[in-house]
């Protein structure tokens, strides 16, 4: 590294003190000299040092280092802030520092020549020329043959005040004074015309000719002419990768850096910034990474958010994303005090797309929620049987393309609509269920009765109804009408609050750290256990016991499962579900290797010490635990969540559980009110700008907010509902290429997936239980996989396109023997999907019995018997059994595999691309 000998003692006695008249010390010079705060916020990290410091500018050599690096960091923070490589003449920490040497020194304003001038002319000549490696010799006598003296006295004050020994001459510049500097200098004033050398040189780049020995004698001139030398070292540096020589590219590549060569620094920014990420993704990928892991994780993110020139604005969108999960997770604070809400911002500016939609319903600011109006290219109308809380909703979400309003639903109006080609979607939302099922059926009758001529009638249907009661009278009506495909949605709130919660905030959460295939190899008595506890008797604590039933499980059941149910009548309410669904009681059910969760229920007044005592013995059980409370007011819902989270923290305080404090166990909280959703979302007692932490947040999951599940996306099924339509394609043998608009197979299994609700919910519990299969899975890195740095409320973890993409990506590599696990797993799921819905299992005996006697399928409807109730191997049996009894031809042992290794292009959508690309050319 070169020398150059501008320090803060030449500038003193050289400048300030021949030319000011002010009687000052250096203490004060030092103080002026600086913008305001500029000092403190560089070489001072703590009051303590400071006047020690001060005293000792001008020689100080302790701790000088590590001073240096700060404030370095801190200037080449402040131009990336930017956002854009603003030029020299509007860097403002140099006009500053102009403006300070003007008013300290006046004569350094004066044009015509002076002894100012030639003091400064004296300091440029100091510089030795032959060892300047960032020409900054040429660079200032550009600025003094333009009289611009305080912009040149500006540039030493930064040389001078980042030289390490601060006073000592011939001061070595390290790498890092190299980047600094360069952030200052004016640009060398560049040849109009490029030379020959540099002409010739990127047409044999461009050929792809020559050797190195031969393109470096071609820019012989260029190499030794500083305007093109960094140029010059970049061709090379191209060249040299173009013949796969690593390190003689990487020499030229540094070479061109070092002469401030603006796309070479660009090229090795945007390979550290990559090579950065890697590293990164690593940490964060990993549920188990520590507190160590963490820091080094965002101190490289802030590296890569502060190189110069900006790398990549998919790297810095990354980069900005992690800080902003970890800091709003509580686990980073920034090294500049910066909120999580402002690396979001930044993320979301560089198109980062996981940040993106999060930004979009990022409104935290709001004190009242803000309901997001949807976007589609379609155009159409919609009709409502009633101007109710829900349709209010919905109709606020309305995109811009459709008519705004919703219309009423009138059978003389539909009479002449029903022919037009245009897309209806009609919502029966009534809270008088009866007449939502009597609209729904003259609506169809209409349909009959009209006969429209297109097959393709273009219409939703939404109904608000007690699924269990609606399905089979909506499958009725829909057998007669069997020219149609009209897809009908059953909107169960209570049903629909309870999948909301546990598919967008997955019950594994508390043991996303554990390491399934190492607990798997565990004893049944040494495994963990995971337990979900339900605080009330509703209807959607009912749905919370099924839905979990069969979500909650885990790969070569390495986790015990419980559910348990708190309430003044617990046992009773866990007895009713059990007589109304008997599959699901572990002790009666008989299937090897299939594990099912043990449900219990538990008499409790939760207005009486018996809480807390339960509580503490849940808590000595398993630290794996989650909580729903799930009564029927929201009011009670969230007094009870917040005195969980007391006894809690009391607990763990307690037992000095500093790891229980810093992960609190998730707490679920039934709130159908938005406004109270969103204010029990944000509840806190004393907010910290760095994030949610145990002692200022209660970290409370609302969940069944109408909002949730009432809008123009959402009451379709969202994303889910996406991923359900792609499953059920792959079940049905389809590729991605015979789902395109207009094919025949894709209509017909339209027909299918709509036609019965059997066939719909099978595919959508699937797509709801997603997060729990990606789980299962591990990638390169050996991590199971989940979002980044994920934390607990998070409703987009898993819930949006963007995110199930990017999963996608991660789930590479997989083995064969991967494959199996998870397809073990999948059957098992479901498995206790259909315990959870009264299905039986029926032995092969029972199946070919009932096939012989004219039973079509191998399955039973009526009597609700399945014969794939059963282990996973023993498919094989009932496959073998069926065709040589029966002549049935069914693989039911590789259609769960095939699922299980189409899971990234299913999470990709890729059965719905084709179809929505040729939607969009439509339209």
Request: aromatic share 12%; charged share 30%.
């Amino acid at each position: 590294m070169w020398k150059i000998e501008i320090t803060w003692k030449q500038l003193y006695e050289d400048i300030y003190v021949k030319f000011t008249k002010n009687e000052s010390d250096q203490k004060t010079f030092i103080k002026e000299i600086f913008p305001d705060g500029l000092y403190q916020k560089m070489f001072v990290r703590s009051g303590k040092v400071q006047g020690k410091y001060v005293s000792l500018v001008c020689r100080a050599t302790i701790d000088a280092k590590k001073r240096f690096l700060d404030a370095s960091d801190y200037l080449i923070q402040l131009k990336n802030e930017a956002h854009e490589d603003y030029n020299f003449e509007e860097n403002p920490m140099l006009q500053e520092f102009a403006e300070n040497w003007k008013r300290l020194v006046p004569a350094c304003t004066e044009t015509q020549e002076n002894k100012v001038a030639k003091a400064v002319y004296r300091l440029i000549d100091k510089i030795e020329e032959e060892k300047d490696e960032l020409f900054i010799k040429e660079r200032l006598f550009q600025l003094y043959d333009k009289q611009e003296y305080a912009q040149i006295l500006a540039v030493f004050s930064i040389i001078a005040s980042t030289l390490c020994s601060f006073g000592m001459e011939n001061t070595k510049f390290s790498e890092q004074d190299l980047k600094l500097h360069s952030l200052f200098l004016p640009k060398l004033v560049e040849e109009e015309e490029e030379s020959d050398a540099i002409k010739i040189a990127q047409e044999m780049l461009h050929k792809e000719e020559g050797s190195l020995e031969e393109l470096k004698e071609c820019l012989g001139i260029a190499l030794n002419n500083p305007y093109e030398k960094g140029k010059a070292n970049y061709l090379l540096a191209r060249r040299a990768y173009q013949l796969k020589d690593k390190k003689a590219g990487n020499a030229f590549l540094k070479e061109a850096v070092k002469f401030s060569y603006e796309p070479a620094k660009l090229w090795k920014n945007n390979a550290d910034a990559e090579a950065m990420l890697e590293k990164i993704r690593i940490i964060y990928q990993n549920p188990a990474s520590d507190g160590e892991d963490v820091m080094r994780c965002c101190k490289g993110c802030e590296k890569i958010l502060y190189l110069t020139p900006a790398v990549e604005k998919s790297y810095r969108g990354e980069a900005a994303f992690v800080l902003y999960k970890y800091i709003r997770a509580g686990k980073y604070q920034s090294s500049t005090n910066e909120t999580a809400d402002y690396y979001l911002k930044i993320s979301n500016n560089c198109g980062f797309y996981l940040a993106q939609e999060e930004w979009k319903v990022n409104n935290e600011s709001r004190i009242i929620p803000q309901i997001m109006q949807a976007e589609t290219a379609t155009v159409g109308r919609c009709y409502s049987n009633t101007k109710n809380k829900y349709a209010k909703i919905f109709e606020k979400t309305i995109p811009e393309s459709w008519e705004r309003w919703l219309a009423e639903f009138d059978l003389t109006v539909m009479q002449m609509k029903i022919h037009e080609k245009t897309a209806k979607r009609f919502l029966f939302l009534d809270d008088d269920f009866e007449k939502n099922i009597e609209n729904l059926f003259e609506l169809l009758q209409l349909i009959k009765d009209e006969k429209p001529e297109t097959k393709e009638l273009n219409i939703e249907i939404f109904i608000r109804n007690d699924s269990e009661i609606a399905r089979a009278l909506i499958d009725t009506a829909l057998s007669g009408l069997p020219e149609y495909t009209i897809p009908v949605f059953i909107i169960d709130d209570d049903k629909t609050a309870a999948q909301q919660l546990l598919s967008h905030h997955p019950l594994f959460y508390p043991v996303r750290a554990v390491d399934l295939k190492e607990s798997a190899k565990k004893l049944k008595e040494d495994r963990p256990i995971l337990h979900f506890i339900i605080l009330g008797t509703s209807r959607v604590a009912k749905w919370l016991v099924r839905e979990a039933f069969w979500m909650m499980g885990f790969r070569e059941n390495a986790i015990l499962c419980k559910i348990t149910v708190l309430d003044e009548k617990g046992e009773e309410f866990v007895r009713k579900i059990k007589a109304e669904y008997p599959g699901m009681v572990k002790s009666d059910f008989d299937v090897e290797e299939i594990e099912l969760p043990e449900v219990l229920g538990e008499n409790i007044d939760f207005h009486s010490f018996q809480l807390a005592d339960i509580l503490k013995n849940i808590m000595d059980e398993t630290p794996y635990s989650y909580f729903a409370v799930a009564t029927e007011s929201d009011e009670e819902n969230l007094s009870l969540a917040t005195r969980i989270r007391e006894i809690l923290v009391r607990n763990n305080i307690e037992q000095r559980n500093k790891t229980a404090l810093e992960t609190p166990n998730p707490i679920a909280v039934l709130c159908r009110k938005d406004q109270l959703a969103w204010t029990a979302k944000r509840l806190v007692i004393e907010k910290e700008i760095y994030g949610d932490r145990w002692f200022n947040t209660w970290s409370f999951i609302p969940f069944g907010n109408l909002s949730a599940y009432y809008s123009w996306d959402l009451v379709a099924g969202g994303t889910f509902e996406k991923l359900s339509k792609c499953i059920h394609y792959q079940f049905a043998g389809l590729s991605p290429e015979e789902t395109k608009a207009g094919s025949e197979k894709a209509e017909l299994q339209d027909k299918v997936y709509y036609g019965r609700q059997y066939n719909h919910d099978s595919s959508y519990s699937l797509a709801l239980s997603m997060p729990y299969r990606i789980f299962q899975f591990r990638d390169i890195n050996g991590n199971q996989i989940m979002p980044i740095a994920w934390e607990i409320w998070d409703e987009k973890a898993f819930a949006s396109v963007e995110q199930l993409n990017y999963l996608a990506n991660r789930s590479r590599g997989v083995k064969e023997s991967e494959y199996k696990t998870v397809a073990v797993w999948e059957h098992d799921r479901w498995v206790r999907w259909m315990l959870s819905r009264g299905w039986l299992p029926a032995n092969v005996e029972d199946a070919v019995f009932a096939v012989k006697c004219g039973n079509e399928r191998q399955q039973l409807f009526v009597a609700k018997l399945h014969p794939c109730i059963c282990a996973y191997e023993g498919q094989k049996e009932l496959k073998l059994a069926l065709k040589n009894e029966c002549g049935m031809d069914k693989d039911f042992y590789s259609y769960d595999m095939a699922n299980i290794k189409d899971t990234k292009r299913l999470l990709a959508l890729e059965w719905l691309k084709e179809r929505e690309k040729e939607d969009g050319e439509r339209d």
